[in-house]
């Protein structure tokens, strides 16, 4: 506390900047792509990590961070989120709205919004973002959730009042649910089961092979040939990329991977609770999975009566060792919130931490694994000469219980974690992002 | 067995519709087998009975060599009469709407011509239990929005007869009652849904409210049975409050859907607060609460062996052992299908049961005797007696086994048709040319 006060009166020389040059040094570095530097010292630049090692200069004039007892780790990264996507409002109509007459099949491209993009929907402004920054999440991937093909997701920054400033990737992937709307009498369209979706699914992309093939042959030689129609669906679906698939037991992961491999794209499961006891094929097949650390857990406030089958006991039970039994086999896993508070996700990871996964494993699932998952790992991810300075400063390890978050760094901006995450720190006012909560105002 | 040959009998009465039927193996249920005996009838009633009857030179004789004859069994779940086919409107007179409609009656309902009665009787099912409405709105998939309690009054009926007024054996034979239950998930349809969940505490407030309209709605039948015990002045009256009367009498019970354990302690403890009578329909997984239906001395029909197990992990003979475990609990039970188009199956559904630990013996007893005597006609069916009425069925075998061949059918003394309208179907497509 004293030291930091001590650092008030060095950047403000330095009032104009927008980033100071920072060097953090004699700290404990877990780089997470190397090895871990016990005393070493990293100096971050114009956004950017400029040198890490134990032997490096300081440069004149930088903002210098007394490392000692503190632990320095790249920033970590949600796998799979909303934040920053800010749900519309509810509104009652006043008028009921002509109803869309029910989709009758794959040609009326039933719930797809391939086309839309989380990176044009992110807004500054989500108060999730500030939670998720407190808890040391310097980036989320963040996907358009709704429907069969839901959009494509951006991988976002969480620092900035400029959503473009924000956006490191996009698209990162084609979000996609693969369960039947269900539904009765008018409302039903199609797909409405589970098998529909499927050939759904099948067949958009069957259309989207010959999309690109009669497109390419009218753009070689259009003269004397019937224009192809523009589909935004296609579209949208090709530009991302990735898919990512859900998948949660044993039997859900097998049939989707029997799926995606009949797809021609590259492809991420999420879900995958049932890891545990998949981790053999999920290596064989050399799929990589965003793990849910939203665990399964008996609903409050149930019948008390209510008998619970052994298989939702078993899978309740074991569901949290699938990081362990994952990272033993070499599978590349990251973890994602899937709707949890930032403080919850991490009480999930921690949870699978207890159970059998190391305590750096835990952090490269937060962070150089969910990069290159998502094929940024050249940007983000670890704490490496080159990548974007999204660190996050700890005093002991990172997800213990008793740990305090000290400094959160996000394209070399400081940010003070809000006073019930760690004690009140006074920024130096050049180096603080948009509203830092700062010492002045306690 | 061995008195049984001794005995020596005369038949001084020779009426319009009586008959001796010889030479069958007789099990009466209530005593030992006879081996080939006989049986006079006359009016409708089993008049005699013995290894060796003399009969008037006059009286009809129909011979039964090699025959045997048990007591018709009874079916003590259906909707005999009151529905026809469940998708066709028009043939349904079942589940009348409204919270307390203890003055509604099954047997007024009944329909004598129904193609279910004869289908049923052919495989040795003489008598039914009818009731008002059907369980799956009584009991099973609660929780679609405000639901009829009392349903009505059932009837025990003769498989056979002109009108409602002579098959009926019991014309109330237990009110119905849909026992407010705490519902924690709601009705889901198709095949494998399942309902989502609701909140504990929710359901349970649900059920508490409920619970405490039952309360008030007896309150009100005591109050109103008083007032006309007294002969109040300005006494009326009234119906619905009327019908109550039996049932507060302990005259009638009340019929009480119960799967579960739960709801099964529930209705007993409701039953001892308001001293009455209960029997327990459709029990299915009655868990430790065997213990407490065993102490109060209820009576229970069974769920369908043959039907499903609760829930995944009990074990696949759940309902097939259940039975079984009623017995060696000593609690008094019987067999129902909960259902019309499949009530001709009731002797297989004990079959099963048999197979896995009920005695023979019990699971006869169960569908003939034991279920007469839970629902108090034990003076009229349920046993070849003296002085029963003439209900029985006479085939080539033990009536559980599926070969078994029923040869004759008796009720009331009259030998009832075979002809069903599968027999009906099978010789016009048969007389095809």
Redesign the interface.
Known sequence: MIKSLAFLCLPLLAVAQKQTTVAIRNAKIVTISGPVLYKGTVILKDGLIEAVGENVRIPAGAWIIEGDGLTVYPGLIDGLSTVGIIPPPVITPTTTAPATPPARGPEDRPRTTSWERAADKVRANDPRIDSARNAGFTSVVTFPTAGIFAGQGAVVNMAGDNPSKMIVESPAGQYMTLAGAGGQGAARGFPSSGMGVYAYVRQIFIDLDYYEKTKAAYQANPAGKQRPAYDRALEGLKESGRLLLPAGSKVEMERVIRLASELNMPFVLYGAQEGYRTSEQLKQGKVSVLVSAKWPAKIPNGDPDAEESLRTLEVRENAPSTPAALAKDGVKFAFYSDGQTPVEFIKGVRLAVERGLSHDDAVKALSLSTAEIFGIANRLGSVEKGKIANLVISKGDLLAEKSTIQYVFIDGIHFVPSPDAAPATVAPPGATGRRPRTGDQK | MKIAKFLLFTVPLVAQDSFILRNVTIHPVTSADIVGGSIVVANGKIVELGAKVTASKSIKVIDGRGLHVYPGMINCATQMGLSEVTSVRESNDTNEIGEFLPQVRAVVAVNPDSEHIPVTRVNGITSSLVLPASLSETGRGAGTGPQSILRGQSAMIHLDGWNWEDMAISRNAGVLMRFPA?V??RAAFGEGAIGT?I???E?KKTYETELKKVEEFFDSAKHYQAAKMAKAAGFKLNVQLDAMIPVLEGKVPLLIAAQ???TIRDAIAFAKKQNVKIILLDVTKPGKALDVIKQNNIPVVVGKPTSLPE???DPYDASYSLPGQLYKAGIKFAFGTYDNQFARNLPYEAAFAVAYGLPYEEALKALTIGAAEIFGVSNEIGSIEKGKSADFVVTDGDPLEVRTQVKMLFIRGKNVSLETKQTRLYEKYMNRK
Do not use: L, Q
Request: aromatic content about 8%.
């Open positions: 705490i924690t998930r969940p909140p504990y505490n359901a579960k354990e739960r829930d995944e992990d």
